[in-house]
């Protein structure tokens, strides 16, 4: 358990603070302050991942088996509840990807309803191209995102 003790002078105050400077390495910009966004992060928990992301993306998958109609109200369903964990978890830790994926997946959401209303035409692959979008674009905005700005922003 570390210890925390008041500087006995400012000249101590100092040499302490030169010594933290050159003993511990800097963290990178876009990770400083980061250990309480860190642990509301439900992106970072396997567990809120799992039942925020994972289980959806499941439901999905196994929607591509049923009937097309009820297959665009799953893949509806799960691409909001997806974009919405992705805007909250954006506002509660400042999740850099959230940001990005959220108003991605609710897009698709609107995307997957038109598709499935008969709305839009996509072919005979438009259910493959719809869930190819939804990888891909989610894929490169979550690595691209955290790349540039780092895992949490300010």
């Given at each position: 358990?570390?210890?925390?003790?008041?500087?006995?002078?400012?000249?101590?105050?100092?040499?302490?603070?030169?010594?933290?400077?050159?003993?511990?390495?800097a963290l990178p910009e876009s990770r400083s302050?980061?250990?309480?966004?860190?642990?509301?992060?439900?992106?970072?928990?396997?567990?809120?991942?799992?039942?925020?992301?994972?289980?959806?993306?499941?439901?999905?998958?196994?929607?591509?088996?049923?009937?097309?109609?009820?297959?665009?109200?799953?893949?509806?369903a799960m691409l909001l509840s997806m974009g919405?964990?992705?805007?909250?978890?954006?506002?509660?830790?400042?999740?850099?990807?959230?940001?990005?994926?959220?108003?991605?997946?609710?897009?698709?959401?609107?995307?997957?309803?038109?598709?499935?209303?008969?709305?839009?035409?996509?072919?005979?692959?438009?259910?493959?191209?719809?869930?190819?979008?939804?990888?891909?674009?989610?894929?490169?905005?979550?690595?691209g995102s955290e790349r540039l700005w780092g895992?949490?922003?300010?």
């Open positions: 358990m570390a210890t925390c003790r008041a500087p006995r002078s400012r000249k101590h105050a100092r040499a302490a603070a030169l010594h933290r400077a050159v003993a511990e390495p302050g980061c250990t309480q966004s860190g642990a509301r992060d439900w992106a970072g928990n396997w567990r809120s991942f799992s039942l925020l992301w994972v289980l959806p993306a499941g439901a999905m998958v196994a929607a591509l088996f049923i009937e097309p109609r009820a297959r665009g109200v799953v893949w509806t919405g964990a992705c805007f909250a978890n954006a506002r509660r830790c400042n999740r850099t990807h959230c940001r990005f994926t959220g108003p991605i997946f609710i897009l698709m959401a609107a995307i997957v309803a038109a598709y499935a209303g008969g709305m839009l035409a996509l072919g005979l692959h438009g259910w493959s191209i719809l869930a190819g979008a939804t990888l891909v674009g989610t894929t490169v905005l979550w690595w895992r949490f922003t300010r």
